[in-house]
T-cell receptor
Framework: GENVEQHPSTLSVQEGDSAVIKCTYSDSASNYFPWYKQELGKRPQLIIDIRSNVGEKKDQRIAVTLNKTAKHFSLHITETQPEDSAVYFCAASIPPSNFGNEKLTFGTGTRLTIIP | DGGITQSPKYLFRKEGQNVTLSCEQNLNHDAMYWYRQDPGQGLRLIYYSQIVNDFQKGDIAEGYSVSREKKESFPLTVTSAQKNPTAFYLC????????????FGPGTRLTVT
């Protein structure tokens, strides 16, 4: 099955600097890569996602890049703010099939702390 | 934050007892999921259901059971066979299984002593 590795496990950056979180996946058939943000005491929420037919996607200060050849994808947060402090999870999903593998496999999470 | 609810928020049980966690959604989603969240281990899939009356084991199904009798409801039973049941449990739903956004409930923190 799919295996997703996420690095680093913790990351501290100065407010205003950029943060980068990286994930690798094992199944070359994976075609959907979402990122979820979980603030302290709250539920995870989708912040951005990318599909395998696209190399990069941006949404204001957040961007995700995908390298299918190397099987890795990254989350980039620019001009970080205190409200960016949270745990971020990457995930990967393979296309629906008859084998019942239609599910997300999550990375282990990155705790991002923004230092004022 | 509406749409998918879990109850209760905190649950305490004695070892050896079965306990059922509730998950309800009014988003008309076909797919529902149960995850377990432990520190440093991310979100691990317990069971998922793509449609009513059907469900499949995830990566850590041992010691858990589910049912999907209604589209809106996907209860999880933590049985006495689960060796380390104390954890934070998250329910989620999506329009369909696979590459669709998952919406999470607020979670239930289960403590077994």
């Amino acid at each position: 099955g799919e295996n997703v590795e996420q690095h680093p496990s913790t990351l501290s950056v100065q407010e205003g600097d950029s943060a980068v979180i990286k994930c690798t996946y094992s199944d070359s058939a994976s075609n959907y890569f979402p990122w979820y943000k979980q603030e302290l005491g709250k539920r995870p929420q989708l912040i951005i996602d990318i599909r395998s037919n696209v190399g990069e996607k941006k949404d204001q200060r957040i961007a995700v890049t995908l390298n299918k050849t190397a099987k890795h994808f990254s989350l980039h947060i620019t001009e970080t703010q205190p409200e960016d402090s949270a745990v971020y999870f990457c995930a990967a999903s393979i296309p629906p099939s008859n084998f019942g593998n239609e599910k997300l496999t999550f990375g282990t999470g990155t705790r991002l702390t923004i230092i004022p | 934050d509406g749409g998918i609810t879990q109850s209760p928020k905190y649950l305490f049980r004695k070892e050896g007892q079965n306990v059922t966690l509730s998950c309800e959604q009014n988003l008309n989603h076909d797919a529902m999921y149960w995850y377990r969240q432990d520190p440093g281990q991310g979100l691990r899939l317990i069971y998922y259901s793509q449609i009513v009356n059907d469900f499949q084991k995830g990566d850590i199904a041992e010691g858990y059971s589910v049912s999907r009798e209604k589209k809106e409801s996907f209860p999880l039973t933590v049985t006495s066979a689960q060796k380390n049941p104390t954890a934070f449990y998250l329910c989620a739903s999506s329009m369909a299984a696979g590459d669709y956004e998952q919406y999470f409930g607020p979670g239930t923190r289960l403590t077994v002593t």
